[in-house]
């Protein structure tokens, strides 16, 4: 695939970020985009605002008087207010407390829960939304049959082939799993939970409940509950020893669960050994609210974060943030994309079961419906994931009464500061198989670029924006052990290494910017398979015109015994001499701990201006030899001082037209 981009010079506007991951600029309603820090510092009231815990924002920084005697009338508001959530959460619960999730009045509130979304939801029913419209069917189901919904002995199971992905009479009726597979014990634990080439006649033949994982037989008894006759478990509806099927299969796997009629999130299992069909103690859910010592798993979010916790007094923040975010399913790397494209998702979590669609968040202790919120502010410090999120995206990059003043609404900022943040967050997640990163979000992406108005999607990152999507940065975090993936992306792509990676936050709109003289002259990429052209790549070419400044390696900062350089380790990067370690001038963040080619020329390409007079510039090394092709080995990071310290002369002899595969 080539993408010509006439247009792309930069006019670079964002700042360093403070840490986490993830980022951009812009917004969309309810979900604002941007990222705020967890702590602000307010000097006219004398203390720490911290979003973290039930603290209602305050912090001494002398003692515990200092704190009396400076705490707001808000401070106390937001105390009250705490307290009654925590009263109505215990008045609650009395009237609704069953010890196990598969007693009858489990299956009966899930029952109700699918039955009024399919009856009043409209956006849910129609699935309004990227890609939700068109009539698509796994090519492999599991069916379940049995006596009545009530009774799930003796149940029927089969694997059904009949169906495929080609089907365009109508749309086959199904859920899907979302799960954690876990480690295999033994050869044996890994036929029981998987189809293979060999073992695919024998599941169509009939499939023994008792065979199968703890997960699994869980899974397959809330959908006959339910009523339904098919569930979608990856690891029996694709053929696990077939390269092919998994391509094809892996492909579609945003659709699937895009068109399942309901997800079954096991999100408290770490393995399909763990059933979600447990005893649960709902107190649970509240005694950690009422600890002095909670701290909630804050997932920033919103360009202006509240200075206050008030959003972690309100029962919506507990059950995504507590309850979702933080347990074992939202530590995988596929589930990121299995939540957001799904319409409707029964959570099992830990206490509680919940619910969550395009229209309604639900749990057991509030099944007509969470409690949410008072304001944006609070709402923006949960994650931007799942069916809602995904549906307003959509719905508001296709709304064309976006546009006020006679100027048009720039609906793809939205798309990027979200995706932006998707990265962050998915690069922190764990995959089976490293070279899955692009594969393991090509679901997502191919649901926005349906909608995305004149954008095109280019190895994890957008054409509209293709040069700030270029200035990422691997985590520094030292207990990360980050590897280049050769064959799956290019080193331009975050893909194409192991780790976490974050972008940082833009400088705010109207601030002044000069041109860094980079353009993006073209782009070429070649997908690994046919099957998915927005998964692995086997190449990516990007041809760019721009500042280039080469050198050498500076190596005195090596390590004698080892032979590694430190993180702040230096290259030349002017025409001649040496640039010495001055902090304040720059920095550079390499994408693996030591680099190739360390005895070799170094170059560095001028690409985005930040906040605070920071330039961003990718270091680069030619390839072979090749003094016009080049591969990416880190991030640097200028004073911009040091770039106009030389003279219009050069600077226009330093432009190169050059290629970065």
Not at 427 to 444: H, N, W, Y
């Amino acid at each position: 695939m080539r993408f010509q981009i006439p247009n792309s010079k930069a006019t670079g506007r964002f700042g360093r970020r403070r840490g986490g991951g993830g980022v951009g600029g812009g917004g969309f309603g309810a979900l604002d985009t941007g990222f705020g820090s967890s702590d602000t510092y307010d000097s006219s009231q004398g203390y720490v605002s911290v979003t973290r815990g039930f603290t209602c924002g305050h912090a001494s920084q002398q003692s515990d008087a200092r704190v009396e005697e400076q705490e707001t009338s808000r401070a106390r508001e937001a105390v009250s207010k705490k307290q009654a959530v925590i009263d109505a959460y215990k008045a609650s619960l009395e009237e609704r407390s069953y010890p196990r999730a598969d007693v009858p009045e489990g299956f009966e509130m899930v029952r109700k829960w699918v039955r009024g979304c399919e009856a009043d939801h409209e956006l849910c029913r129609t699935g309004r939304g990227a890609g939700k419209a068109e009539p698509f069917s796994p090519t492999r189901l599991i069916e379940v049959v049995g006596a009545s919904a009530d009774d799930d002995d003796g149940l029927r199971l089969r694997l059904v082939e009949e169906f495929g992905c080609d089907l365009t009479a109508g749309r086959i009726r199904y859920l899907a799993l979302s799960h954690c597979w876990g480690l295999s014990t033994s050869e044996q634990d890994w036929q029981l939970k998987t189809t293979t080439t060999v073992t695919l006649t024998q599941r169509k033949n009939g499939i023994t409940m008792a065979t199968l994982p703890p997960l699994y037989q869980d899974a397959l008894r809330i959908t006959h509950a339910l009523g339904e006759r098919y569930l979608w478990i990856d690891s029996l509806c694709i053929l696990q020893d077939s390269a092919d099927d998994w391509t094809r299969e892996s492909s579609v796997m945003g659709r699937i669960y895009a068109h399942a009629f309901c997800t079954i999130s096991a999100d408290a299992a770490s393995s399909s050994a763990a059933s979600i069909l447990t005893r649960r103690d709902l107190a649970a859910s509240i005694a950690s609210l009422e600890s002095a010592n909670y701290q909630p798993s804050y997932v920033g979010w919103g360009r202006n974060t509240p200075a206050s916790s008030s959003a972690t007094d309100y029962p919506e923040y507990h059950a995504w943030s507590d309850l979702v975010a933080a347990q074992p399913l939202s530590r995988r790397a596929w589930t990121l994309q299995e939540r957001q494209l799904s319409r409707r998702i029964v959570h099992y979590t830990q206490h509680q079961i919940l619910w969550e669609c395009t229209t309604l968040y639900a749990s057991e202790i509030f099944p007509e419906g969470l409690p949410r919120a008072p304001s944006v502010h609070e709402r923006l410090q949960m994650q931007p994931v799942g069916p809602a999120c995904h549906a307003k995206l959509a719905q508001r990059m296709t709304d064309t009464s976006e546009v006020q003043g006679g100027h048009g609404y720039d609906s793809n900022a939205d798309l990027r500061a979200l995706w932006y943040w998707f990265v962050g967050e998915f690069s922190k997640r764990s995959l089976t198989v490293a070279e899955d990163r692009l594969p393991a979000l090509s679901g997502i992406a191919s649901s926005l670029a349906a909608v995305a108005r004149q954008d095109a999607y280019i190895a994890g990152l957008w054409k509209s924006d293709l040069l700030y999507g270029l200035c990422w940065e691997a985590s520094a975090d030292t207990a990360v052990v980050r590897r280049r993936l050769v064959g799956s992306a290019p080193s331009w792509s975050w893909a194409g290494i192991t780790g976490p990676v974050e972008f940082a936050l833009r400088k705010p709109a109207g601030a002044v910017t000069i041109e860094t003289e980079a353009e993006i002259l073209d782009v070429a990429v070649t997908p690994l398979s046919s099957f998915n052209t927005l998964g692995s790549l086997s190449r990516g070419v990007l041809k760019v015109r721009g500042l280039l400044r080469t050198g050498k390696w500076d190596n005195t900062d090596r390590d004698s015994r080892t032979g590694i350089g430190s993180r702040s380790e230096r290259a030349i990067l002017g025409q001649e001499g040496v640039i010495s370690w001055e902090p304040e001038i720059f920095r550079i963040a390499y994408d693996v701990e030591d680099p190739s080619d360390r005895d070799g020329v170094v170059c560095c390409l001028q690409v985005y201006e930040g906040a605070g007079g920071l330039l961003y510039g990718l270091l680069l090394v030619p390839v072979d030899g090749n003094a016009e092709t080049y591969r990416r080995v880190g991030l640097v990071l200028f004073k911009l001082k040091i770039v106009r310290q030389s003279g219009e002369s050069e600077r226009q002899s330093n432009i190169a037209v050059l290629e970065i595969v």
